[in-house]
């Protein structure tokens, strides 16, 4: 198994512009995650979608930010316009819910440079 | 609600040592704990887990008690490497809604 794939791996950009992040989970999982990690700030959860529907999005900043998932194979993250504050590392994880032993696996992530 | 807390760093330890990292845990209902790490650069990896009081999780030399009664899951290793040089995560599982909860993170820097 590929493991989770985020794409891209680093992003540089200048604040006003659209910035698109990527992501696919391991085949066959249900849950999709999306998470922040800052030196400030540590790791913050935005969004979490079950079987391609958001569950929970109280994590998300402000609403320069949304998440879709339009397939269990695919997941879009977008800041629309950038901030230099949105700069940080962003995470995409999956898992499957089996009982009490679900574990979350975490892509790479895509490290983001606002200027 | 749910919370995890676990003990600043860094900590710095000389190849060999004994090393315990402390982490507790607020939660509602009967959550499962995990440990992950992060070496520098990539993504959190899954180090151990246990699912139920009293299990203990283990990997790679690192052990983890589910303690109900203290609400903790403090992760202990006998005699860490250099290569155990990583950030590491004391993380919650909210079974109802399968929501993870992350501490803040520990850095562990050992010294040849």
């Known amino acids: 198994d590929a493991g989770v794939i985020q794409s891209p791996r680093h992003e540089v950009t200048e604040m006003g512009q659209e910035v698109t992040l990527r992501c696919k989970p391991i085949s066959g999982h249900d849950y999709l995650f999306w998470y922040r990690q800052t030196m400030m700030r540590g790791l913050e959860l935005l969004i979490y979608f079950n079987n391609n529907v958001p569950i929970d999005d109280s994590g998300m900043p402000e609403d320069r930010f949304s998440a879709k998932m339009p397939n269990a194979s695919f997941s879009t993250l977008k800041i629309q316009p950038s901030e230099p504050r949105d700069s940080a590392v962003y995470f995409c994880?999956?898992?499957?819910?089996?009982?009490?032993?679900?574990?979350?696996?975490f892509g790479p992530g895509t490290r983001l440079t606002v200027l | 609600g749910n919370s995890v807390t676990q003990m600043e760093g860094p900590v710095t330890l000389s190849e060999e040592a004994f090393l315990t990292i402390n982490c507790t845990y607020t939660a509602t209902g009967y959550p499962s704990l995990f440990w992950y790490v992060q070496y520098p650069g990539e993504g959190l990896q899954l180090l151990l887990k246990a699912t139920k009081a009293d299990d203990k999780g283990s990997n790679k030399g690192f052990e983890a008690t589910y303690r109900k009664e203290t609400t903790s899951f403090h992760l202990e290793k006998g005699s860490v490497q250099v290569s155990d040089s990583a950030v590491y995560f004391c993380?919650?599982?909210?079974?109802?809604?399968?929501?993870?909860?992350f501490g803040s993170g520990t850095k562990l820097n050992v010294k040849p």
């Open positions: 994880a999956s898992s499957l819910r089996s009982g009490g032993a679900d574990t979350q696996y």
């Open positions: 993380a919650l599982r909210d079974r109802n809604f399968n929501k993870f909860y």
